[in-house]
Structure formats: structure tokens, C-alpha cells
């Protein structure tokens, strides 16, 4: 279904997406406007902005961490590019630390689907045995969202 041969994808009644934001995006209008899917613009596309923001700068920053030290044999893993990856996450995240001032999630008081592909990340930053700097702000999203359900059901998952 996906000419890249990845995941996710999804098939709605027909209807086949692929990129995991655009799937975000159309799930969330298609079930939640108003709610995940903010009707008002501005506020939209804030959601949006962060949605951007965790492909393009956390993502990047992560996957080498990740890789390394979760799928990768300590004998073969490349530490330099790890040390990297950690160093470029705690500048990433120091972005959302000034992003979740006055915020309790990133396009302000109600959760959107800005929070879902960066919750992912935040979970994924917690769970590895790296360096973090100490980030209030951070910490307590992180706490905001493990008290969802879904999240500690869905997202919350042992690295692997
Ligand atoms: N930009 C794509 C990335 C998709 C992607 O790289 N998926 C990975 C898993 S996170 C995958 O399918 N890997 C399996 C493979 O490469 O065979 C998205 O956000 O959906």
C-alpha cells in the first residue's frame, strides 16, 4: 500500500495514507475537530508547527540514539554519533522547554494532535539511559501525558 514500503499505513474505507503526520492530520480532523484538530487557525496551525518540528528536529536527533543503544550490539556501536544525538536533543528539547511556558501542552491548554508525534518522543527521550538537562517544563508534560490512558496503554511501551 505504501510505495516507500513503510509503516505506518493506513486504508480508511478505500482510502490508503502513509506519512505518519499527514495520517496524524487526517485522523484527527476526520474524528476530533474542534478538539485534536483545533477549528480556530492560529491555533491549528501552532499543533501543526509542532508537528513539523518533531520530524525535522527530534527525530533526526533521536534515531541515532536510539539505534545505537537499543538495536545495536554495544561492541559495534558508533558512540561518537550517540554523543552527538544526546547533545542535539537537549538543545531540541530545550525548545520545547521555552515552547510549554505558560502551556500545558504545545498549542496551549488542551491536548491536540501537536501533542501526539512529540509525546512519542518525549516518552522515547525518558525511557533511554542518556544525559538529560533538567527541564521543568518538560517533565511535567511528561506527566501530564502519562496520566492519559491511551498513552500509558499505547505510547508507554518498553523500548524495543
Ligand atoms: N516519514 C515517514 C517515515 C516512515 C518510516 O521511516 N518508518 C519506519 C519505521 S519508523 C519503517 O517503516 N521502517 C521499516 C523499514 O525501513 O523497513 C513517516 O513519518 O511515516
Known sequence: MNPNGRVPTIEDDGFVLWESNAIVRYLSEKHGAGTLWPNDPRQRADADRWMDWTTSTVAPAITPVFWGLIRTPAEKRDLKAIEEGVERLAQAFQVLEQ?????????????????????????????LAVKRPKLPRVEAYYERLQQRASYKKHVMLPLS
Open 99 to 127: 515552547g510549554l511556558e505558560g502551556r500545558d501542552h504545545v498549542a496551549g491548554k488542551s491536548f491536540t494532535m501537536g501533542d501526539i508525534p512529540l509525546g512519542t518522543f518525549v516518552h522515547r527521550w525518558y525511557a
